[in-house]
C-alpha cells in the first residue's frame, strides 16, 4: 500500500467523524470511499440499483482507467462493491494501458450490454465496444470482437435507452452527439449514424439518455470547465432538443461531470462526482475522481428544479438494513483506513485494516433485542486483532467484541462468533478494528448478526 494512500486514509478519518455527527439519516457523499470512482452509470433492477462506475487508479495524474467497477445498493445508503465486472482485458483488441472511459449498462432480452469508449491501436481517439453478460453481475464478455462504433473523433460516453415500441438507441460524443438505432439484437445498428443539428445548449460530453411519463430527457455534462449538469427534453427520441436549464451548475471544486439518473423506490436520484477525496490528501489537481449522489424533483410540466452542487449529506435512507442475513464486509456507507480487494477464491474482501480503523453501515434494524451473537468470516497472517461492535459512533456504545487471532495466512479464512448484547432497533452500526500490530491486522470476508433462541 502507498505512502500516499495511508496520507490519504488519515485525513480522511478526520473529515470522516464531522460528517459522522452532521448527516445520522443520510448516505454520505461520496458514496464510495475505498477506490476512485467516475462516471456513473445507474441501473434499476430488481428492486436494486446497480451502479456501474469507471476507475480512476490510486496513482494517476492525468486519465489513467482500466477497468469497470460496480456498486450495488437497496437503499441509496449501503453500497456493497462487486469489484472489477469488465476491463480492457475483456477487448484484447484494444489498447490495454489505459482509456476505460465511461460506460453504460441495459438489460434486455434477458441479458446484460455493456457499452464502453476504448482506444485501439494507431489511433488517438476511442471507438464504442459493447461486452455481454448473462448476469448483471458480469463477467461481461467481448461481443463482436470489433468495435460496435468505429474509430472517429469523440466517440466517448456512451448512453443506450430501449424505448417502449422497442426500438434502442445508442447516443455519444463530445463535442458533438451523435446516435444511432441499434437492432434488437443490441450489437448491431440499422441506418447511418446521425450527428445532432439540435445539440443542447452548453453541451460538451457525458450524454444520459432516457423517458419518464412520455417524455425524453437528454442530460449531460454542461459548460467547460468546470462541468455542470444541463439537461434537454424532447417529444421524440431522436430530438429536436430543448434545452430546459441546469439539474446543477458548474462549480470551481471539480473540473468535470457526469450525470446518471434513475427513479428508485418513489424518488428521482441524480449521480456525477466530485474530486472531494483527491483533495483530501492533496492540493494538486489529479484525475482522482469520486461518484457522488443527489435527490431532485420534476415539476407538474416535466422540467427539473435544479440541486445544489454535491451535498457532503448525500441522501436519505430508503428502509433499513437487516443483520440477520449475510452481509459482505465490503457493503460500507462510509469507511475509514481500509480498502477493498477481489480475489478468484472469494470474490471482494475488505483489506488493509489496521488499528483504528472502521466501518460505517447505516440503519442496522436489530428488531427488539434479538440479537445474540454475532459471526464474521476472517482470515489473517499476523498477530490478528478485534472487531469492536458500536452503535451510532465509533467510540458509542459496545455490543460486542470479536477477537481474530492468526489464522494461519491471509487466505486461510475462518468464521468466528462472540456473544452480543444491547442491540435493539434501528442504529447505525460501526465496525471497529483495533490490534496491537502497526501493520495489517486482518482481512475481512463478511458478517452477520444471530437471533436468539
Not at 434502442?168 to 443539428?197: C, E, F
Request: net charge neutral; aromatic share 14%.
Amino acid at each position: 500500500m502507498t505512502k500516499y494512500w495511508f496520507r490519504f486514509r488519515r485525513l480522511l478519518a478526520f473529515s470522516a467523524i464531522w460528517f459522522c455527527a452532521a448527516a445520522p439519516s443520510h448516505a454520505q457523499n461520496p458514496i464510495v470511499q475505498t477506490n476512485f470512482t467516475a462516471d456513473p452509470a445507474p441501473l434499476v433492477y430488481n428492486g436494486t440499483v446497480y451502479l456501474y462506475t469507471s476507475h480512476d487508479e490510486d496513482d494517476a495524474t492525468g486519465f489513467k482507467m482500466l477497468n469497470w467497477r460496480l456498486y450495488t445498493s437497496t437503499d441509496m445508503v449501503n453500497w456493497t462493491d462487486h469489484g472489477a465486472v469488465a476491463s480492457l482485458a475483456t477487448f484484447p483488441w484494444a489498447v490495454q494501458s489505459n482509456d476505460a472511459w465511461a460506460p453504460q449498462v441495459v438489460p434486455r432480452n434477458g441479458k446484460f450490454y455493456l457499452y464502453v469508449p476504448i482506444s485501439v491501436p494507431g489511433w488517438p481517439k476511442n471507438v464504442i465496444a459493447v461486452a455481454i453478460s448473462d448476469s448483471p453481475f458480469g463477467p461481461f464478455k467481448d461481443a463482436l470482437g470489433h468495435p460496435l462504433i468505429e474509430k472517429a473523433t469523440g466517440n466517448i460516453d456512451p448512453t443506450v435507452f430501449v424505448d417502449d415500441d422497442g426500438q434502442a438507441y445508442l447516443y455519444w460524443g463530445n463535442p458533438n452527439l451523435w446516435y444511432v438505432k441499434l437492432n434488437r439484437d443490441m450489437i448491431s445498428y440499422s441506418g447511418d449514424i446521425v450527428q445532432i443539428d439540435s445539440k443542447p445548449q452548453n453541451y460538451q460530453e457525458g450524454p444520459w439518455f432516457y423517458k419518464r411519463n412520455g417524455r425524453y430527457y437528454m442530460a449531460y455534462a454542461s459548460h467547460c470547465c468546470p462541468e455542470g449538469i444541463g439537461y434537454a427534453m424532447s417529444s421524440h427520441p431522436t430530438g429536436p432538443w430543448e434545452y430546459k436549464g441546469m439539474i446543477m451548475s458548474p462549480d470551481k471544486r471539480s473540473s468535470g461531470n457526469h450525470p446518471g439518473i434513475i427513479d428508485f423506490k418513489g424518488a428521482s436520484y441524480v449521480f456525477g462526482f466530485n474530486y472531494t477525496l483527491n483533495f483530501a490528501a492533496t492540493e494538486t489537481h489529479r484525475e482522482r475522481r469520486s461518484v457522488t449522489v443527489s435527490k431532485f424533483t420534476y415539476n407538474a410540466d416535466g422540467t427539473i428544479t435544479e440541486v445544489p452542487w454535491w451535498n457532503p449529506e448525500g441522501v436519505p435512507q430508503v428502509g433499513t438494513l437487516n443483520p440477520f442475513t449475510r452481509v459482505e464486509a465490503e457493503t460500507i456507507a462510509w469507511e475509514s483506513g481500509v480498502r477493498t480487494a477481489q480475489s478468484d477464491q472469494i470474490g471482494v474482501y475488505v483489506t488493509g485494516i489496521a488499528n483504528g480503523s472502521y466501518i460505517r453501515v447505516r440503519g442496522v434494524d436489530f428488531g427488539n433485542n434479538q440479537a445474540s451473537s454475532f459471526s464474521a468470516r476472517v482470515a489473517s497472517g499476523s498477530q490478528g486483532g478485534t472487531i469492536e461492535l458500536h452503535l451510532d459512533n465509533s467510540d458509542g456504545p459496545v455490543i460486542g467484541s470479536l477477537a481474530v487471532l492468526n489464522t494461519g495466512g491471509w487466505f486461510a479464512w475462518k468464521t468466528l462468533s462472540a456473544p452480543v448484547s444491547g442491540a435493539a432497533g434501528v442504529h447505525d452500526l460501526y465496525l471497529v478494528f483495533k490490534g496491537a500490530s502497526t501493520g495489517q491486522l486482518l482481512n475481512f470476508d463478511y458478517w452477520k448478526f444471530n437471533r436468539q433462541r
